[in-house]
Nanobody, 115 residues
């Protein structure tokens, strides 16, 4: 079983930065891929960024050039560095661990960007 706990959300002004962290506990493996998803009020959950087991990142077009996803396998921790934040980045951000046979989710952390 795997548990994911996000932290680092908060309120920030437009143009500011935040760094999200996701601590994974339990049995993680080297084949695990991770991702950050977000869900704004009244909208569906969407992918913001993901990183493969080998460390290759992918980003949604809306965050490309502003967000950076990274992982520290030794610490079992996933990060999302968010720069030049915009009001439209306001959402609950969820950490995801993906395996071919199932997905795990954190409880989410709120990010609010004021204009």
């Amino acid at each position: 079983q795997v548990q994911l706990v996000e932290s680092g959300g908060g309120l920030v002004q437009a143009g500011g930065s935040l760094r999200l962290s996701c601590a994974a506990s339990g049995s993680t493996t080297t084949i695990d891929a991770f991702g950050w998803y977000r869900q704004a009020p009244g909208k569906q959950r969407e992918l913001a960024a993901r990183i493969s087991s080998g460390g290759s990142p992918n980003y949604a077009d809306s965050v490309k050039g502003r967000f950076t996803i990274s992982r520290d396998n030794a610490k079992n921790t996933l990060y999302l560095q968010m720069n030049t934040l915009k009001p439209e980045d306001t959402a609950v951000y969820y950490c995801n661990l993906h395996r071919p046979w199932r997905d795990y989710w954190g409880q989410g952390t709120q990010v609010t960007v004021s204009s």
